[in-house]
């Protein structure tokens, strides 16, 4: 099996369960996600030439083609789904976005809330904008408060105690507006690489700020309390130190708020003000994300993309994705509501490097770039089409009146399809 011996000390460390072998693993994922298939139509397009036999349940030719295609090397799940479909635990999301109130009730409730959500396996991002400023005044106790980095440092201790899954370190995405009092330390925080050890930090940047660097103008800083503005930066300057510091220790990045809620799917349910620890996919508060990377190195043929076989694969993957959040067991209520809500999907690509070589292009080049563009375009509309097929068939995700495919009257399953997701564990090479 090519894909588990290129994967065997991980999958050993991280995923397979005792006495599991690699296939066992693979089974067991197909499995657990295809038993909600008895609920809905079948799909005999999905399947390979080879599985018309009909002997057997939809269920099972399903399963079985999951199974198959992974274990082939064409597309892997992510970890949650490795480590946890069909045992005891059964979560599956990757990537969750947790609500922030200016409260110690409502902060310590994150706090744990969160600490639920690392120990099943899952990755947490937090926007600390609505804290208060260091020093502002708290009015029910007459004191000050200690600002958001300090509550931060709290969450990164939370996250060095509760390891993810057991099996692998607690991951976190914290994000400060760039007009919140504190963000010059912020931005300065990290290049101490003893500091927040368990996040990445990234600056929400809006439209407005952009525009003062580009005019070198001040820009005013709002205590989040109040809505009083308390102060002013050098927008030119300010954007100066973010690029330095990130030249200095890659943090902090930049997260482009305004351009982020101008694609937001469901602007009726909210801003979205945070995402996940890689940045890839933003989320509403207490939202959460299933993903999946197709290896499209394997579909590289002869110097050509076979289309054809890529079509089918994405199809079968956004049907697995789909089925798994009826399956998926999360662990707070809010976030059941809220994945429901929108069934949000995260799938993506990997074997980019390994598709350029077998196509004989450059990676750096313009036609590089127009191979790797053609293939996600690619795998987005085939996505879409088969989202919106499933959202005929199954029904549209619960928010889409008011959603940007309600507004349009365009059926869809799931509110998001497409992401990048870091592989660096999934991916297997074919060399």
């Not at 036609?367 to 795998?379: D, K, L, P, T």
Request: aromatic fraction near 8%; charged fraction near 25%; proline fraction near 5%.
């Amino acid at each position: 099996m090519k894909v588990a011996k290129y994967l065997e000390s991980t999958l050993k460390k991280r995923y397979l369960q005792p006495g599991e072998t690699p296939d066992d693993m693979l089974k067991r994922v197909a499995k657990y996600v295809a038993r909600v298939e008895s609920n809905y139509e079948p799909d005999p397009g999905l399947l390979s030439k080879d599985k018309a036999d009909t002997s057997t349940t939809w269920k099972d030719r399903i399963a079985e083609e999951w199974f198959e295609t992974m274990e082939q090397g064409y597309w892997l799940p992510s970890s949650p789904f490795l480590m946890n479909a069909g045992t005891k635990v059964n979560m599956l999301s990757a990537c969750f976005v947790c609500g922030l109130e200016d409260s110690m009730e409502g902060i310590f409730s994150t706090l744990g809330k969160a600490a639920i959500i690392q120990k099943t396996g899952g990755g947490t991002g937090f926007n600390f904008s609505k804290l208060r400023a260091e020093g502002a005044t708290i009015n029910s106790t007459g004191g000050t408060s200690s600002g958001p980095l300090s509550f931060m440092e709290i969450f990164n201790t939370m996250g060095n105690t509760v390891k993810q899954g057991g099996r692998r370190r607690s991951a976190n995405m914290g994000i400060l507006r760039i007009d919140h009092p504190d963000i010059l330390k912020f931005i300065r925080y990290k290049s101490d690489m003893t500091k927040l050890t368990n996040f990445n930090v990234s600056v929400a940047v809006t439209d407005k700020f952009m525009t003062a660097v580009k005019n070198k103008e001040k820009f005013e800083l709002i205590e989040p309390s109040t809505g009083k503005v308390v102060g002013e930066i050098d927008a030119y300057e300010t954007f100066k130190e973010i690029a330095y510091r990130n030249w200095l220790s890659a943090e902090p990045g930049l997260l482009f708020i305004d351009t982020v809620n101008k694609a937001n799917p469901t602007p009726h349910l909210g801003n979205i003000e945070a995402t996940n620890p890689c940045g890839e996919i933003p989320l509403l508060p207490w939202e959460a994300c299933n993903l999946a990377s197709i290896n499209v190195e394997r579909f590289v043929k002869n110097g050509t993309i076979d289309w054809e076989g890529l079509d089918r694969i994405v199809r079968l993957v956004v049907r697995f994705l789909d089925d798994a959040i009826d399956v998926n067991e999360l662990p707070l209520p809010e976030i059941e509501a809220a994945v429901r809500k929108t069934r949000k999907l995260g799938l993506g690509i990997m074997g980019l490097h390994g598709a350029l070589i077998r196509a004989g292009i450059p990676y750096d080049t313009a036609e590089g770039r127009e191979f790797a563009s053609s293939i996600m375009a690619f795998v987005n509309a085939k996505g879409h089409e088969y989202s919106s097929r499933l959202g005929k068939e199954r029904g549209n995700f619960p928010a889409w009146e008011g959603s940007c495919f309600g507004m349009s009257n365009m059926p869809m399953r799931n509110a998001t399809i497409t992401t990048i997701a870091p592989t660096g564990r999934l991916c297997p090479s074919y060399q």
